[in-house]
């Protein structure tokens, strides 16, 4: 090779280096992993009622959004994390299938009309409010009878910025506000 | 004699007024930080702070300024005073703290919340020349109901100075706490208002430490 031709080489080599690093370097959006139950959680959890689990509901602003990798489903991770958590408390579940907006409004209507609950057991409805980071997590639950009244609601969240527990601490916490509460506890039964 | 007596009196009680109304006047509103908590009172216990450090008045300056910034903010707070009162009628001692179930906690104190701290560092650095105050802490607000945390932070701060000193420890700290429990107010009246936007609690702070914990 031409030590002209050489020098050419090595420029498009480093311009190909600094491309290459340029994408390394760009903000990678928030994506965790499945959610999977902490096994050393501090709460027992029982109930002979069958829960219906209905689909979280995403409250999520445009601005947190973007922070979030576009493959993530937040709403679906929410679920399933309820889910899990129900499933190792050995509680049965209902799938929850109706045909009205997303929204405590719309669980309420389903209720109402005999959509949802008709197995005589209880109904929980969840949406995520914020979860733009593994750092905070915000979400409303709120459990019905079948009858639609409400018997429980809470606004749970968990702003972690310590270097303690894992990067789950944030979902367990949250998790631990619902399950642990005394109060939901005694409405489940 | 009698009269300007009389007058002299009715001056001080109209000054007396005057300052009672004008005390009324410049009251700070009230601050409704609970609201997002949803509850009419949010009442927080201040639980003795743990010191690793060999500032022997590190944990009082922290939770004394805990104290004042959070009743400032609206909450209600059992001081760690009552906390350090209600453990020896109970016979436990400061540091056999963690053997009590926060429910326990919660439940005898009367609080829907327990704030701990465990102080890190507290104390001057020199470099050469210059000194300067370094504080650093790990702070959580706890749920007494269920034991979960609510809020968790590792924070530092530091500041140069050619004084240096405990005294700019102790101003650091309170400033600290100041913008920490401005903060949740903030956030948390937000969070009332709009119910789905949290911003990160500390970006407005410089000088508290990133986040340590990372994502896989």
Known sequence: ?189 | MRTLHLAHGLLVLAAGFSLFVLGGCVQPPQRPAWRYLQRPVVRVAILPSSNQTAQVGAPLIIDKLWEEHLRAAGFTVVNADSVVTYLSSRGVPVAKLGTIQPAQLGSDLHADYLLEDDILVWGTKYRVLVGGAVVSCRSKLIEASTGATIWASDWIMQQQSDSGGNGLAGALVNALVESVVDSMFDESTQLAKQGVTVQSMFQPYPGIAPPMASAP
């Open chain 1, 1 to 189: 090779m031409k030590p002209r031709h050489a020098g050419l080489a090595y420029a498009v080599a480093g311009l190909g280096l600094l491309v290459t690093l340029a994408g390394c370097v760009t903000p990678a959006k928030f994506s965790p992993a499945p959610y999977s139950v902490d096994p050393n959680r501090p709460y027992r959890l029982s109930s002979n009622r069958t829960v219906t689990v209905c689909p979280a509901f995403d409250r999520l602003t445009e601005e947190a959004r973007a922070q979030l990798s576009p493959a993530f489903n937040s709403a679906a991770y929410l679920t399933d994390a309820v889910q899990k958590e129900l499933t190792a408390a050995g509680i049965a579940q209902n799938p929850a299938s109706f045909a009205y907006s997303p929204g405590f409004a719309g669980v309420q209507k389903a209720l109402q009309d005999g959509a949802l609950g008709r197995d005589g057991g209880v109904v929980l409805a969840e949406a995520i409010n914020h979860f733009p980071n593994d750092r905070i997590l915000s979400c409303d639950f709120k459990l019905y009878s079948g009858q639609g009244k409400l018997l429980f609601e809470k606004r749970c969240l968990c702003m972690g910025y310590s270097s303690e527990g894992g990067w789950n601490f944030v979902p367990h916490m949250v998790m631990q506000q619902l399950f642990a509460d005394p109060d939901f506890q005694k409405a489940i039964q």
